[in-house]
């Protein structure tokens, strides 16, 4: 069983900037991939950006130059740091761990409110 618990929303204006913060327990290994996703209100989840166990990262367009995943395996803390936020950012973000062993499985966080006033 994997928890994961989100922090570090919060209300900013446009062009200001917040760190979200994952901290991840339970059986967690350092290949597994993870990532950050968000829903806005009436809207679909999407894609914000993903780290491989070794690394590796990919950004949606949309938040590309703008964002930057990093993660701490030896703390199993998975972070986003959100520069230059637009309203459009506003949504619930969601840290996510994918485990791949015979099948894919995803666990969730709860998720925080980010808000990008104007």
């Known amino acids: 069983q994997v928890r994961l618990v989100e922090s570090g929303g919060g209300l900013v204006q446009a062009g200001g900037s917040l760190r979200l913060s994952c901290a991840a327990s339970?059986?967690?290994?350092?290949?597994?991939?993870m990532g950050w996703y968000r829903q806005g209100l009436g809207k679909q989840r999407e894609l914000v950006a993903t780290?491989?166990?070794?690394?590796?990262?990919n950004y949606a367009d949309s938040v590309k130059a703008r964002f930057t995943i990093t993660r701490d395996t030896a703390k199993n803390m998975l972070y986003l740091q959100m520069n230059s936020l637009k309203p459009e950012d506003t949504a619930v973000y969601y840290c996510?761990?994918?485990?791949?062993?015979?099948?894919?499985?995803?666990?969730w966080g709860q998720g925080t409110q980010v808000t990008v006033s104007s």
């Open positions: 996510n761990l994918r485990e791949r062993v015979f099948g894919v499985y995803d666990y």
């Open positions: 780290i491989t166990g070794g690394s590796s990262t």
């Open positions: 339970g059986r967690i290994s350092s290949t597994n991939n």
